[in-house]
């Protein structure tokens, strides 16, 4: 939950960048972390949590269960214990 309050030490804000190549001719492509986070704040999160899983056939299971949200409105309202209701509201 809430994803997008994701901070950063030092200068990984600028400094951070993610790195993908299309598959085409010349296709590398980068972004910044600071971008990243404007955009799609929970891919953030879940580049962190797959980059430190194993790199095996569970890692591609557990990847398919985790769930992350960008703000404090998610889907699982019921699914969280009685005392932390009051806390994300």
Known sequence: MNAQNVKFTGAKNDDKKYTWHTG???????????????????EVLRKAVLGMMAKNKLRRYYARKL?????ENHLHTDMLPEGTEAINK
């Open 24 to 42: 085409w001719v010349g296709g590398l492509k980068q972004i910044a972390v600071k971008d990243q986070l404007e955009k799609k704040p929970e």
């Open 67 to 71: 769930r992350i949200f960008p703000g």
